[in-house]
């Protein structure tokens, strides 16, 4: 590999090398540009920030000025570094690059994350930091996990001191450009005193085992920098331009780096938006960008301030909602876009009915009305705060088959924990599926490894018996002996509780897989691992035993699963987009939906539990990006109880909403939840806790039915569930005409009824009879409240 190839080639030697004069035909790129934006493209000398809200075209003006450079030939391609913050974004820069100049980018070796970038820097010079080229990137996990066995060896209670939080202390040492040397003092007391030489122990053991974190990358090759000014120069000399997006999330070593390279040429040229900082509780520091005039002494600072993506509404609503922060710079923003519609604020009773709502209104977005165009599935985005909340959203989306996508990670089914507790419900229906047996028979950890698996496998070939008998033949005549023994007889006679509960179907079946999963040991397992996601996986399995209630029992789930999930292709190319607020940075959308906003999910527990505002700011700055990737239509709703970590609780509508300014929200909460409960809620005291001001909400159906089944509920896996959540909602008799909506068959209209079952006629599905116990009424497709 040679970095440097091309190096001494200089593209300035061409008559191209000028800036475009006024005369002569703009090149295509230029084209609608407004007049700032073009000020950013040609002021190639020197450093330039660009600081602007939210869809101003900054990352327009940063592709444009990219083929500019490549266009009138200031740059090779190689001379010019280009830095974003996702892969994503990446690509999509390149792409964006290609069009404008037409295929001259393809050879762009330095567009693209900080990580991947400094990857590449550090494996060429790797020898420099005491490593092999082909050293190991260590993730998250692998890192708690050595920091974990070092604080055994120093005789350290990790409990007391766990490795989770030594790793996010050496991060922030690491973010800030420490090496141990660096510590200052007054935060070398951190870990009770032994964080320093935990750190210094920590990088030894990195460079023993050839290894790098995720921060190393960064940090040792500022190191390189700093120690050899040959190799630090090469780099200066290469790189003539520099670019960089969403530059109020890098981090101080992030900006070292910058800074050391834009020394020689100085033509770095830095976009961002201070308000849309949501990086900080990863070392983001929002100073950089706010300190960038001192930083880059010399440097031109432009500001866009049209917004070409949103309508007046959205813009109006989320700009009122930022002006809340204290800490900013303010901007002007503004748009010659239509009003557009309001920003629909809705509440809902409980979880599903959001979710329900999300997708008819998705539906019904699709077909046009006198009052607007109509949309493709692939146009709209559900962005949500936490991804524990998308599961009931995708299930209503698998329910109603609406074609959809999730980013940033497997969709709900697909995930490790709940395919390994899925497996387990299989395996609890049948002790035969080997398939299930294989997946769970060492998860939680049994001492079953590879050679005894294999073993079982043999055994159960020369039998033709399933894993598990064979397995059970192997204990018995102590050819498995040890601790795999115990664990594989313990598991078995569990398993043959579990079979037993689940055909006497004596007990709800809820509790019946709240217990399964309990002694599966899996919740445990992630309660005891200390990795960052962990938390998130054990919320997971809780997220399943929900989804549990709208299956008649346990094998309803599992065929759900196997139909929808297992034999389709993993992931579809097309539909709904399904993500979190943290990676929908820099994208849009003609259609946003926004669920969650109540307090606790939106802004987050961990925020209101933080003192001081900075975490309630860093919330609210991420509630700005959501609805600022709204091009035409943006929905805000909460529900008001829902289902978390195994409780039913009351949700009280995020104080975000109150924030809204009025002007720009139609509020579209339902009668009995509203007046009083939404947005006049939110405004008022937040608090519908004190629901003295509206006794209309206490006496209407809705809340008598989920204040009901509240009460009804009790803790994860333990009776007092009741069996269906539709059986206390189809209590009204139904009668022929009613509009009825079940779990399987969709939505359709009764054609008669007698005491227990229905005779339906289904939109989709034909004429069926069903217990009327699992239909629920609906009006105009939408439940009645
Ligand atoms: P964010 O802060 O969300 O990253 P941004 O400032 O980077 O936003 P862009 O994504 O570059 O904004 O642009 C927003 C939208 O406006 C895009 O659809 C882009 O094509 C369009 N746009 C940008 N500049 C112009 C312009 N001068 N004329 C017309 N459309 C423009
Ligand atoms: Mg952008």
Known sequence: ?????????????????????????????????????????????????????????????????????????????????????????????????????????????????????????????????????????????????????????????????????????????????????????????????????????????????????????????????????????????????????????????????????????????????DDQSIYAWRGADVNNILQFESNFPGSKVIRLEQNYRSTTHILGAASGLIDRNVGRLGKTLWTDKAQGEKVRLIGHWEGQDEARWICSEAENLTRETGMRRSYEYDEMAILVRASFQMREIEDRLMAIGLPYRVVGGPRFYERREVRDAIAYFRFAVSSQNDLAFERIINVPKRGVGEATLQRIHLEARDRRVSLSEAASQLCRESKITGKAAVGIRKLLGRQAVWAGMIRDGGRAHIEVAGQILEESGLPEMWTNTKTPDAPARLENLKELVKALEEFENIQGLLEHVALNFENVQRSQEQGILLLTLHSAKGLEFPVVFLPGWEEGVFPSQRALEEEGDPGLEEERRLAYVGITRSMEICSVSFASARFVFGRWRTQDPSRFIGELPVKHIEDMTPPGLSPGFGFQAARSSQLPVDRSFDSDVYSSPGFQRMARRVAERGRFGTAGFSRRRLESSSSAKLEAGDRVFHQKFGYGTVKSSSASSLSVAFDKSGDKKVLASYVERVDNDGPVA
């Open 1 to 273: 590999m040679n970095l440097f190839e091309n190096e001494n080639a200089d593209p300035s030697s061409s008559s191209e090398n000028r800036i475009i004069s006024a005369e002569e035909p703009l090149p295509r790129y230029l084209e609608g540009l407004n007049p700032p934006q073009r000020e950013a493209v040609e002021t190639l000398d020197g450093p330039v920030l660009i600081l602007a809200g939210a869809g101003t075209g900054k990352t327009k003006a940063l592709t444009s000025r990219m083929a500019h450079i490549l266009q009138t030939r200031r740059a090779w391609p190689s001379q010019i570094l280009a830095v974003t913050f996702t892969n994503k974004a990446a690509q999509e820069m390149r792409d964006r690059v290609s069009q404008m100049v037409g295929g001259r980018v393809e050879g762009m070796p330095w567009l693209g994350t900080f990580h991947s970038i400094c990857a590449k820097i550090l494996r060429y010079h790797a020898e420099l930091a005491g490593l092999n080229a082909n050293f190991t990137i260590l993730d998250r996990d692998d890192q708690e996990r050595l920091l974990k066995q070092l604080i055994s060896a120093a005789n350290i209670d990790e409990k007391k001191f766990p490795a989770k939080s030594l790793a996010a202390t050496i991060n922030r040492w690491k973010d800030q450009g420490w090496l141990p040397e660096d510590v200052p003092k007054r935060w070398r007391g951190e870990f009770n005193g032994r964080g320093l030489a935990l750190y210094e122990e920590y990088q030894e053991r990195l460079t023993s085992f050839n290894a790098a974190d995720f921060g190393d990358l960064i940090l040792r090759v500022v190191d390189i920098f700093r120690r050899q000014h040959d190799v630090l120069a090469r780099y200066q000399h290469r790189f003539r331009y520099i670019l960089v997006d969403e530059y109020q999330d890098t981090n101080v070593a992030q900006y070292l780096w910058l800074r050391l390279l834009a020394q020689a040429h100085r033509n770095v040229c830095c976009v961002g938006d």
